[in-house]
């Protein structure tokens, strides 16, 4: 089910910039309970990608209110929400004044099995190399080619997902995650300022280490640093936290600190998912 | 007027891939004398983009023939064909098989004033910066971002248009358009082995300069070269060969090697307009 400006719809103008040249950005959420996750912090994190574009943000409180409208239809699901330039401008000028299309679908959640969970997954490192560019890292932007050739390079089942590096040959994220390495007791996850996106769980375990006391370091990670990492885990939001247990030749244990904030990201996911009463 | 998949129609799927991830390819091509000019070199150069990007290049003869009906309808237009990777996969996770989106279009041509051409056009340096990936270089993708936000840094309309550098501060091209430059009787234009777009018109007047006897170099430019230029010109599919007769505070004259250029480009283009009689 769609939401398009408001509307049930599932049709776009062609001119849309969204289609021309994929000018905006989007959130992936999860649903739980009718309720979409994190919410405010998916709604920020957009609002700040708009800032970075130049685009124009749709009301939150509008947003969050279709948001939540159509999570009632899904008691576990995922939302995704668009915004992009609108149609109009010349070429890539763009129009004066900007009308944003906002476009908010629900879909079923992913069929992933129990012990990606559990057990870990099994990633690889991918060839295929991340652009640097500050002006557009850490958003979540719709310019995705370079995620969709690193999905390309493999089609075994067995593999969950790729790691990819930037051009300078720098561990980034996984294609649809972040990353994160334990390491003697502290916390490490790739710097985000030449590329990659800042994910909603990425935020949240760097939080939850901090109250836990754990040092976190968000530092460039090199591949032989991963490779000889204690734990390695990846986020996003609606895997929440896989553990890895299998990185190209090295396989791994699922760590004491990985279910540790796995214990502490699934006691905020439940608090989200509560119904919430009037006053 | 747009022909979507050979039917009339200007909303696409919102689960469209070209929406979703700017997962595509474009070509714009002029249309004169109600024949889309160069389209062989066009769908030539469409074609090698989706291997480049591991999209099913819709077959070539359909795309002509669509191409030739849409440009009936104009004396004088602008004809873009968009191709995407369809509907479906899973996230990233490109669909098996791709069913890819075919989208022309038929827009009018820009109004611009005919001294463009014969006196010059006023250009700026960029701030926004490319960034460097040679898996994507060359090709005429859908993820424009770095050139909207470029072209989002003036509003003076005196300035006609923005030259971008890499993130390696080597000028790469302009924000719409391949850069050429000429020194002591030879001719330069970036290399685009690490970003921009190789346009049509770029590859017509490298072939026009071999004609000729004029030296071609492709190689990196930066900015205090380009502005010692004794020559500077723009091109691409639309505007032709635009002279630049001041860049920043630089002031230059329309010279000798610009006119030649663009007598040899336009009657390449006299030729490609003349309507074609069955045998």
């Not at 943000?57 to 992009?84: C, F, H, N, Y």
Request: proline letters at 6%.
């Amino acid at each position: 089910m769609f939401l398009l400006n408001g509307e049930p719809g599932h049709y776009v103008d062609v001119a849309d910039r969204g289609f021309q040249y994929g000018d905006g950005l989007f959130e992936t959420i999860e649903v739980l309970n009718r309720r979409p996750l994190f919410l405010d912090r998916h709604l920020k994190r957009l609002d700040h990608g708009c800032r970075r574009l130049l685009i124009p943000m749709p009301q939150s409180e509008l947003l969050a209110a279709e948001a939540r409208q159509l999570a009632l239809e899904s008691d576990r699901g995922v939302l995704k929400i668009i915004v992009t330039r609108g149609s109009g401008g010349r070429g890539y000028r763009q129009p004066e004044p900007i009308q944003p299309t906002r476009l908010l679908g629900l879909h079923p959640y992913p069929d992933y099995p129990e012990n990606f969970q559990t057990q870990g997954i099994r990633a690889r490192f991918c060839w295929q190399r991340l652009s640097v560019n500050s002006a557009l890292a850490g958003i979540k932007h719709l310019n995705r080619l370079e995620q969709i050739l690193a999905r390309a390079e493999w089609r075994d089942d067995d593999i969950q997902e790729g790691l990819m590096l930037d051009t300078e040959e720098r561990v980034v994220e996984g294609v649809m995650s972040n990353l994160f390495a334990v390491k003697a007791d502290q916390l490490y996850t790739p710097s985000l300022t030449g590329c990659g996106v800042a994910g909603i769980i990425r935020e949240l375990v760097i939080g939850f280490a901090c109250d836990i006391g754990l040092p976190v370091h968000e530092i460039p990670l090199d591949q032989v640093e991963v490779l000889a990492a204690d734990e390695l885990f990846v986020t996003n939001s609606v895997i929440g936290i896989w553990p890895v247990r299998r990185l190209e030749q090295r396989v791994l244990e699922v760590g004491p600190l990985t279910r540790r904030l796995q214990n502490l990201l699934n006691q905020a996911r439940m608090a989200e998912a509560q119904p919430c009463f009037a006053a």
